[in-house]
């Protein structure tokens, strides 16, 4: 009977994960001058724990701020945008903050220009909240430099 009862609330669990997950969304921001990008990247660099780089993948965040910026942005020829995640909080208490530093480079991986992103917040009623509220804050940031 424990085994069963392990096993229910187990999958409980994974189905409140993925729900939670699942209304993470980061929109595509508005351009403040269309050009054409060949990409996005969105990485981490160095400097973030293990624990909060698994924080950041449960909710797909990298992906999902790429997504966002390639959508806003003809494809073509033209310079690659890496955004690098180099700074990440997020507690149960306290601001959520994220810091990015962005790239843009040539087709031979010459940066050509390169500029700090930084978003703080305490608002959002839950973890995942606050954190879509940096990563959105973050790619309008990326869109309104470019």
């Given at each position: 009977m424990k085994r069963a009862t392990f096993v229910v609330?187990?999958?409980l669990?994974?189905?409140l994960t993925l729900s939670a997950c699942a209304s993470f969304h980061v929109r595509p921001p508005?351009?403040?001058r269309q050009i054409v990008v060949s990409g996005f990247e969105v990485v981490y660099g160095n400097q973030i724990p293990g624990d909060r780089l698994r924080l950041l993948d449960r909710y797909q965040v990298p992906g999902r701020m790429?997504?966002?910026l390639r959508a806003s942005y003809p494809a073509?020829?033209?310079p690659f945008v890496r955004v690098i995640l180099t700074q990440f909080r997020s507690g149960r208490w306290g601001p959520t903050r994220m810091h990015a530093v962005v790239q843009v480079l040539d087709p031979a991986q010459n940066v050509l220009a390169q500029f700090d992103t930084d978003s703080t917040t305490i608002r959002g009623g839950d973890r995942g909240g606050r954190i879509q509220a940096v990563a959105q804050d973050i790619v309008n940031q990326?869109?309104?430099q470019l």
């Open positions: 609330l187990l999958g669990a994974s189905m508005v351009p403040s790429a997504a966002a073509g020829q033209g990326v869109a309104a």
